[in-house]
Each structure stands twice: as structure tokens, then as C-alpha cells.
């Protein structure tokens, strides 16, 4: 099943994302180290955004993916 992820999901989310990373760095803009050093705070900040959402895919009530959106107001 697919839901949004809300701060409770904050250290599977964190762990998901850094190993994605990690396995496929050229995929993303970002970086293993990059994230790494970030806050808790921005880690955070990102499943509170108003103005986006985090999903994931959960697969025997595990984590096993992530997509997200966020709306462009300019």
C-alpha cells in the first residue's frame, strides 16, 4: 500500500532515502554525504512541507520505496 509519510516515519524514511543514495548515487541530485550532515530539523522539514507531500510504498508494512511531490507557487 501507498500513504504519505508524516515526522513518525522520520528514521525509516532517513534510512531509506540514504541507502537510495548510496546504491544509486547518479540518480539523484544529492548525495550520500550531502544528507548525511543534514539536520534533524531538515529532515524534518521535508515531511512537513505545505507546499509537498512524501509517500511511500510500504510492502509487508516496511518501507520499501518513496516518491514524492511538490507544488511550484512561482
Known amino acids: ?7 513518525a516515519d522520520l528514521e525509516d524514511y532517513k534510512a531509506l532515502r540514504l ?12 548525495s550520500v554525504a550531502r544528507e548525511q550532515a543534514m539536520s534533524e530539523d531538515e529532515w524534518r522539514a521535508r515531511l512537513t512541507n505545505p507546499d509537498g507531500a512524501l ?11 518513496l516518491t514524492g511531490v511538490v507544488v511550484d507557487r512561482t
Open 19 to 30: 541507502a537510495a543514495l548510496g546504491r544509486e548515487p547518479g540518480s539523484y541530485c544529492s
Open 1 to 7: 500500500y501507498v500513504r504519505q509519510l508524516t515526522e
Open 55 to 65: 509517500f511511500g510504498l510500504y510492502v509487508e508494512q516496511r518501507l520499501g520505496g
